[in-house]
Each structure stands twice: as C-alpha cells, then as structure tokens.
C-alpha cells in the first residue's frame, strides 16, 4: 500500500479505543476429545461493538498460535502497541464494529488467562503442567462454544480466522453447521505437511532438551527459556518468505561484532530479539500442546476431505497467499476445490504478497475488501 493509499483508508476509520478483558468461566467439567477432562473451564476473552437485540451480528474471531484475545483497541491509553488486528477491527474499518459484534478469546491450551498447562488446577492448587489432557482444534472450538452460549448466541454472523485461527473457523462450519452463518479462513490448511510438522517438532525438541524444561515441572523463574527462544526463532523464519528477509535484511553487518559468534548479521539480530521476546509473553507448555494440536489436525481423516466437508452448509471464503510456504496456497486451494467438488458455495482468491504466512496480520487494500465485501454477501 502506498502512503495516499494508506492515508485514505485511515481517514474513514475510527478505534475501538480502551478495552478490558472478561473471563468465562464454567464450573462444570470440560471433557477433551482425548477422553480426558478439567474440572473447570476458564476462556479470557474481549468484545467490540455492541451485540443487536436479535443477537445476529457477532463475528467471532479466531486467532494464530502465538496470537491472543487482544486482537483490537488498548489497555490503556499510554500503550503503544494495539491488538494483533486493530488495523482489521473497529468502526469503519473491514471488521466494522459500528456493525458488528466481535469477540476474541484466548485459545483453549494457551497462556494469557485460558485453561491450559500453565493453568491452576482447582483440584489441586498446582498448575496442571502435562497433566492437561491432550488437546485438539476441536476441543478449542468446543470451548469457543459454550462462550457463545454464555453471550446468548445462537448463531454467529461469521467466523474469522488466520493460520491456526483458519482451522478453527473450519472446524466451527464442520461441527456447528446451524450456528455459522459464513466464514472466512486465511492462510490455513486442511492439515499439516511432513514439513510443517517436522519444523513443529525440532521447535518442541528445543524445549524439552532444555534443562530448565524439568519434564513440564519448571517453574515461572526457571522455565525453558533458551529452548523456547530457540523454537520461536526457527518458527518465525517460517511465517516470512525469503523475498521479505532479503528485502528488510539481505547480508546488512553490525560493525561491532568482536568475538567468533557475536551478533554479525542485522538477521540474527532481528531473531534473537523474536526468541528473546517471546519468553517473556509465552509459556513453553502451551507451544508444546498446542503445535501438537496443530499436527494432529487432518480434515482428511477419518475418510476423505469431501467426507469431513460433506455437512458444511455456511458459505465460506479462503484466501491463500503467494509467498506462505508453511501454509502453501495449494493446501488452501484443495479446501474450496473439495467444498466445490461438494456443491458447497466457497470461495478462494490468491493475493500475491510478500510477506509470507503472515501475510493476513499485514494491512493490504485487497484484504480488506474481500474480507468486507464477504461480510456482507
């Protein structure tokens, strides 16, 4: 986007401004897919807008792995940084919340006030570390679920997602036909490639073989902390392509390097401050469960991809980005063929862009207005 360009759209838009988080909280006990359970259910999420007296115009959106319920506006009016999407969410803008009413929670497994490893066990008093059960993506949207049925929902206007947040928007229109009413995933994957999984695996190794890790048991003070950077760096290589690094890094020197592996190159600079930064935001034990949730997703089992699709009813879009190499287009493309093969109404279009995943986290006129104009199709 050029400066007029970008100038142009902000002058129509407003800001969600100040938010606060909620908690849901269900006392009843939570029971995985896996067969294991918690006693209580705990999502932190927020909302923007205001939900209409018919209760029909939610949009609920799904975030990506290291993302969180903090996806527009500020805590304060001193923050600096927004939500992971304000530039998407807010009045006038391709989420409008003069419109809608949107709602982020934290995933279920995650680490910014949802149940999971890091969690307290109230029947315990101690976190559950791997005594968590298994998760999957379902059991994610199983939780987002009883959310929605807290807010007195019953049929969401859309579902929103990017990367992981795209798979859960899949699983929503495959096991909650009647409740979603469109849908919208960026980025995602019917499931994951040998690739993929193998990159999720040498990130999960870096932790475990991590003295700190203590077998799941360490604690705030003494956790994972190098295996954990270690993982984030080599995962966020894969949200950029090569074409982005080249151009914001290429071979560029620090002058100050002294000893053999010092910092030389403004890459690893640029790394280093992802992994070191990350620490402080993320628990080791949630990226452990939930890239092996992301692994374990396959909307290709038990049968065949047109037999998992063969109950989505809501129409859906899919956009797919020409530099993602973790998320391919083709694996985005092969959804919508199958919900076409199906007679589903779906849609996919392709933006050339040079970010990589992350692609759908950066503004760009062509998404907004696919995602606006599928909001009111």
């Given amino acids: 986007m050029n400066d007029s360009e970008q100038t142009a759209q902000i002058s129509e838009e407003g800001e969600v401004g100040i938010v606060e988080y909620q908690d849901f909280v269900s006392t009843e006990p939570f029971h995985f897919e896996s067969g294991g359970s918690i006693p209580e259910l705990r999502l932190r999420y927020e909302t923007y807008g205001h939900l209409n007296e018919a209760k029909d115009n939610a949009i609920l959106i799904c975030h990506a792995l290291t993302g969180d319920h903090h996806c527009a506006g500020v805590y304060s009016m001193d923050e600096r940084k927004p939500g992971w999407w304000n530039f998407m969410i807010g009045p006038g803008k391709p989420i409008n919340t003069s419109e809608y009413f949107v709602i982020c929670s934290n995933a279920l497994g995650g680490c910014q006030g949802s149940s999971g490893p890091g969690s307290i066990n109230p029947e315990t008093g101690k976190p559950y570390n791997l005594d968590f059960p298994k998760l999957t993506v379902r059991d994610m949207v199983r939780a987002q679920s009883q959310l929605i049925d807290s807010l007195g929902i019953d049929r969401l206007h859309a579902v929103v997602g990017g990367s992981m947040g795209g798979m859960q928007t899949f699983q929503w229109a495959i096991d909650y036909p009647d409740r979603v009413g469109r849908y919208i995933a960026l980025a995602c994957a019917a499931r994951h490639n040998a690739q993929t999984i193998a990159f999720n695996d040498t990130g999960r190794q870096a932790i475990i073989t991590d003295p700190g890790w203590q077998n799941g048991n360490y604690t705030a003070e003494n956790g994972p902390d190098q295996g954990l950077a270690v993982a984030r760096m080599m995962a966020h290589i894969t949200y950029l392509s090569d074409v982005g690094l080249e151009h914001k890094f290429g071979r560029k020197r620090r002058a100050s390097a002294k000893e053999h592996f010092d910092i030389e190159f403004e890459v690893e600079s640029y790394l280093r401050y992802q992994g070191q930064s990350f620490v402080t935001r993320f628990d080791a034990n949630s990226y452990l469960y939930l890239t092996k949730a992301l692994d374990r997703f396959d909307l290709h089992?038990?049968?065949?991809?047109?037999?998992?699709?063969?109950?989505?009813?809501?129409?859906?879009?899919?956009?797919?980005?020409?530099?993602?190499?973790?998320?391919?287009?083709?694996?985005?493309?092969?959804?919508?063929?199958?919900?076409?093969?199906?007679?589903?109404?779906?849609?996919?279009?392709?933006?050339?862009?040079?970010?990589?995943?992350?692609?759908?986290?950066?503004?760009?006129?062509?998404?907004?207005?696919?995602?606006?104009?599928?909001?009111?199709?």
Wanted: no cysteine; net charge negative; charged share 25%.
């Fill in 301 to 377: 089992a038990p049968e065949s991809l047109d037999d998992t699709l063969s109950g989505v009813t809501a129409p859906g879009l899919v956009v797919g980005f020409t530099s993602d190499w973790l998320y391919p287009p083709q694996g985005n493309r092969e959804l919508v063929e199958s919900l076409l093969r199906l007679g589903k109404d779906a849609s996919y279009a392709e933006l050339a862009m040079d970010y990589g995943h992350d692609s759908f986290l950066v503004r760009a006129p062509k998404l907004y207005d696919l995602i606006r104009r599928f909001l009111h199709r």
